[in-house]
C-alpha cells in the first residue's frame, strides 16, 4: 500500500456555527421563539447551578411574562442575519472550502408544529447559499442545533412526545425541497448526547414538568433516533446525492490509573459516549446499552416498526465535535476541573483552557483512530478549537495561544490521516467570534475574526482579523503542509 502523505486535496477547511450563537434577530421576519432565547447571560460570580443551560419552569414563566429584565445574548448573537455578505467575505477571504451552519428551525416553522413555512425565513437561508455558493464555500448544515422551537416546549414538552418526530420531518423535508441544489453535506442533531446532559438544551424538554425526568430523556433521544433516521432517508428520497451526517460530542474516557478497575470504568463510560455513534452508524441499539437501561428500570416505548428505521437508515459519514479528553476513576478523588458539558477529573499531563477545559492534541489522534476502526466511514470533525480571552493592542489581536492550539490538533489530525483514517475536512468552532453555547458569554472567543461586543451586547460590532486568521489562511493555501 502507497504511504499516505498529508491531507486529501478536496480536504474540507473552514469554520463552524450555529444559528443561534451567531444570527440574533430573534422575532424579525416572523421567527418564533427557540430553546435558545431563553438562555440567560449570568456573570461567573453570580452563577448558582452548575448545570447553567437547565431551566426550570419558574424561569420560563418569568421570561414570558416580560417582567423579568435579564440579558440573553442568543437573542441578538452577533447580528450575523444582517452581516453574514461581509462575515462570509472574511471567510472566503481565508479561503474556507465549508462553513457548517444551522437552520434556525423557528425561523422556518415559528411554533415547530405550524404546517405552513415561514416564507421569509426560506429566503434569508436562499441569501446565506447563494453567497457562499458565489465564493465556492461548500455548505455543511445542521438541521437542529440547541434551537428547538419553543412552540414545541409549550405543546409536547419538546422531544419526550414522539409527535415531533413528525413535526421534525415535515421541517426536514421542507429545506430538502428548497435546498436541494444548495446543500449536498447535512447533519440531523448537533451533539445528540447533549439530551442526556442537558435535557432543555438538546430537546427543549423542561424537567420539573416530568415525574421521571432521566427515563424521558432516553425516551425523547429515542425519538430523535428515529427522527434521525426518517430523516436520512427522506434525504435520500429528495437529494439523492447528499451526504448525512451524525454529530456527537466525543468525549474519550482514559482510566485515571493503570487498575483495571479504573480501565473498565473508562470503557463503560466510553461506550456510553459512543453509543450514540453507534446506533447512527451501524443502525442498531448496542447491547450494553439495552443492558444499562434494563439495569436502570428505564423501559423505551417503541412502536414495532422503530428498529428497522433505525438499521435502514443509517448516516454516510460520522462527524463529531472534540475539545477535550475525560478521566475515570473508580476512586475519584483527585481534583475536577470544568470541561465542555461535563466536569472531569483533572489530567496531571495536560494543561488546561482559561475555562478549565483540558487540552489533548494526541487524544484527536487517538479518538479518530478509534471511530475510523470501530464503523470505517468518512470521519469529519465538525468542531474544535479554543475558547480564550482575547486583547486588542494597539488595533491588532495577537493570538498565538489560539494558533497553538489549532496547530497541535491538525497536525494530530493530520497523522491520524497518515495512520490510515480517511478524513474529509476539518471545522474549527466559531471562525467568528460568537456567544457561547454553555455561559453566553461573549468574552469566551473562538474566532479568527473578532467582533467588538461585550458580555451584554455593547460594542461596535466592527469584525477585526486576529493573527490567526491570517495563519489560517496560509494552512488552508497549503492544505495543512505550512502550520
Ligand atoms: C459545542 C457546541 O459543544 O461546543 C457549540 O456544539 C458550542 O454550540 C461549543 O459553542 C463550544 O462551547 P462553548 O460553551 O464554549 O460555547
Same mark, same amino acid.
Given at each position: 500500500?502507497?504511504?499516505?502523505?498529508?491531507?486529501?486535496?478536496?480536504?474540507?477547511?473552514?469554520?463552524?456555527?450555529?444559528?443561534?450563537?451567531?444570527?440574533?434577530?430573534?422575532?424579525?421576519?416572523?421567527?418564533?421563539?427557540?430553546?435558545?432565547?431563553?438562555a440567560?447571560?449570568?456573570?461567573?460570580?453570580?452563577?448558582?447551578?452548575?448545570?447553567?443551560?437547565?431551566?426550570?419552569s419558574?424561569f420560563?414563566?418569568?421570561?414570558?411574562?416580560?417582567?423579568?429584565?435579564?440579558?440573553?445574548?442568543?437573542?441578538?448573537?452577533?447580528?450575523?442575519?444582517?452581516?453574514?455578505?461581509?462575515?462570509?467575505?472574511l471567510?472566503?477571504?481565508?479561503?474556507?472550502?465549508?462553513?457548517?451552519?444551522?437552520?434556525?428551525?423557528?425561523?422556518?416553522?415559528p411554533?415547530?408544529?405550524?404546517s405552513?413555512p415561514n416564507?421569509?425565513?426560506?429566503?434569508?437561508?436562499?441569501?446565506i447559499?447563494?453567497?457562499?455558493?458565489?465564493?465556492?464555500?461548500?455548505p455543511?448544515?445542521?438541521?437542529?442545533?440547541?434551537?428547538?422551537?419553543?412552540?414545541?416546549?409549550?405543546?409536547?414538552?419538546?422531544?419526550?412526545?414522539?409527535?415531533?418526530?413528525?413535526?421534525?420531518?415535515?421541517?426536514?423535508?421542507?429545506?430538502?425541497?428548497?435546498?436541494?441544489?444548495?446543500v449536498?453535506?447535512?447533519?440531523?442533531?448537533?451533539?445528540?448526547?447533549?439530551?442526556?446532559?442537558?435535557?432543555?438544551t438538546?430537546?427543549?424538554?423542561?424537567?420539573?414538568?416530568?415525574?421521571?425526568?432521566?427515563?424521558?430523556?432516553f425516551?425523547?433521544?429515542?425519538?430523535?433516533?428515529?427522527?434521525s433516521?426518517?430523516?436520512?432517508?427522506?434525504l435520500?428520497?429528495v437529494?439523492?446525492?447528499?451526504?448525512?451526517?451524525?454529530?456527537?460530542?466525543?468525549?474519550?474516557?482514559?482510566?485515571?490509573?493503570?487498575?483495571?478497575?479504573?480501565?473498565?470504568?473508562?470503557?463503560?463510560?466510553?461506550?456510553?459516549n459512543l453509543?450514540?455513534?453507534?446506533?447512527?452508524?451501524?443502525?442498531?441499539?448496542?447491547? @450494553?446499552?439495552l443492558? &444499562? *437501561?434494563? =439495569?436502570?428500570?428505564?423501559?423505551?416505548?417503541?412502536?414495532? #416498526? $422503530?428498529?428497522?428505521? +433505525?438499521?435502514?437508515?443509517?448516516?454516510?459519514?460520522?462527524?463529531?465535535?472534540y475539545?477535550?479528553?475525560?478521566?475515570?476513576?473508580?476512586?475519584?478523588?483527585?481534583k475536577?476541573?470544568?470541561?465542555?458539558?461535563?466536569?472531569?477529573?483533572?489530567?496531571?499531563?495536560?494543561?488546561?483552557?482559561?475555562?478549565?477545559?483540558?487540552?489533548?492534541?494526541?487524544g484527536?489522534?487517538?479518538?479518530?483512530?478509534?471511530?475510523?476502526?470501530?464503523?470505517?466511514?468518512?470521519?469529519?470533525i465538525v468542531?474544535?478549537?479554543?475558547?480564550a480571552?482575547?486583547?486588542?493592542?494597539?488595533?491588532?489581536?495577537?493570538?498565538? @495561544?489560539?494558533?497553538? &492550539? *489549532?496547530? =497541535?490538533?491538525?497536525?494530530e489530525?493530520?497523522k491520524?490521516? #497518515? $495512520?490510515?483514517?480517511? +478524513?474529509?475536512?476539518?471545522?474549527?468552532?466559531?471562525p467568528?467570534?460568537?456567544?457561547?453555547?454553555?455561559?453566553?458569554?461573549?468574552?469566551?472567543?473562538?474566532?479568527?475574526?473578532?467582533?467588538?461586543?461585550?458580555?451584554y451586547?455593547?460594542?461596535?460590532?466592527q469584525?477585526?482579523?486576529?493573527?490567526?486568521?491570517?495563519?489560517?489562511?496560509?494552512?488552508?493555501?497549503?492544505?495543512?503542509?505550512?502550520l
Amino acid at each position: 500500500m502507497k504511504k499516505i502523505k498529508g491531507f486529501r486535496t478536496d480536504f474540507l477547511w473552514g469554520g463552524a456555527t450555529a444559528a443561534n450563537q451567531i444570527e440574533g434577530s430573534f422575532d424579525k421576519d416572523g421567527k418564533g421563539l427557540s430553546s435558545a432565547d431563553f438562555a440567560e447571560y449570568i456573570p461567573k460570580e453570580k452563577r448558582q447551578a452548575d448545570n447553567h443551560m437547565e431551566v426550570n419552569s419558574k424561569f420560563i414563566d418569568k421570561v414570558k411574562s416580560g417582567k423579568y429584565s435579564g440579558t440573553f445574548p442568543k437573542r441578538y448573537g452577533i447580528d450575523f442575519y444582517n452581516t453574514y455578505e461581509e462575515d462570509i467575505k472574511l471567510f472566503a477571504e481565508m479561503g474556507f472550502k465549508a462553513f457548517r451552519m444551522s437552520i434556525n428551525w423557528s425561523r422556518i416553522f415559528p411554533n415547530g408544529y405550524d404546517s405552513k413555512p415561514n416564507e421569509a425565513g426560506l429566503k434569508y437561508y436562499d441569501n446565506i447559499f447563494k453567497t457562499l455558493k458565489s465564493y465556492n464555500i461548500e455548505p455543511v448544515v445542521t438541521l437542529s442545533h440547541y434551537e428547538t422551537p419553543f412552540g414545541l416546549t409549550e405543546k409536547y414538552n419538546g422531544w419526550v412526545k414522539r409527535e415531533v418526530i413528525d413535526h421534525f420531518i415535515h421541517y426536514a423535508e421542507t429545506v430538502f425541497e428548497r435546498y436541494k441544489n444548495d446543500v449536498k453535506y447535512w447533519m440531523t442533531f448537533n451533539e445528540i448526547n447533549v439530551i442526556n446532559i442537558s435535557p432543555f438544551t438538546g430537546g427543549g424538554i423542561v424537567s420539573d414538568r416530568l415525574e421521571n425526568p432521566i427515563a424521558s430523556s432516553f425516551q425523547a433521544l429515542h425519538h430523535q433516533f428515529v427522527a434521525s433516521a426518517l430523516a436520512t432517508k427522506k434525504l435520500k428520497e429528495v437529494i439523492p446525492d447528499a451526504q448525512m451526517g451524525c454529530m456527537l460530542a466525543r468525549m474519550k474516557h482514559y482510566p485515571y490509573t493503570c487498575d483495571p478497575n479504573d480501565v473498565l470504568k473508562a470503557q463503560e463510560e466510553d461506550q456510553m459516549n459512543l453509543m450514540y455513534t453507534d446506533v447512527h452508524a451501524k443502525g442498531k441499539y448496542p447491547n @450494553y446499552y439495552l443492558q &444499562y *437501561l434494563s =439495569k436502570n428500570n428505564i423501559e423505551l416505548e417503541m412502536k414495532d #416498526e $422503530d428498529l428497522t428505521i +433505525l438499521k435502514e437508515n443509517t448516516v454516510d459519514y460520522i462527524s463529531f465535535s472534540y475539545y477535550m479528553s475525560m478521566l475515570s476513576s473508580t476512586s475519584p478523588e483527585g481534583k475536577t476541573t470544568p470541561g465542555n458539558l461535563m466536569n472531569s477529573l483533572k489530567n496531571p499531563y495536560l494543561e488546561s483552557s482559561d475555562w478549565g477545559w483540558q487540552i489533548d492534541p494526541v487524544g484527536l489522534r487517538i479518538v479518530l483512530n478509534e471511530f475510523w476502526d470501530r464503523y470505517e466511514k468518512p470521519l469529519f470533525i465538525v468542531e474544535n478549537g479554543l475558547g480564550a480571552v482575547d486583547e486588542i493592542e494597539n488595533g491588532k489581536i495577537h493570538d498565538d @495561544y489560539r494558533i497553538e &492550539y *489549532l496547530r =497541535k490538533h491538525i497536525s494530530e489530525a493530520k497523522k491520524a490521516v #497518515e $495512520d490510515g483514517v480517511d +478524513l474529509i475536512g476539518y471545522l474549527s468552532w466559531g471562525p467568528i467570534d460568537l456567544i457561547s453555547m454553555s455561559t453566553s458569554e461573549m468574552s469566551k472567543r473562538y474566532g479568527y475574526i473578532y467582533v467588538d461586543q461585550d458580555n451584554y451586547g455593547n460594542g461596535t460590532k466592527q469584525r477585526i482579523k486576529k493573527d490567526s486568521f491570517y495563519w489560517y489562511k496560509k494552512v488552508i493555501e497549503s492544505n495543512g503542509e505550512i502550520l
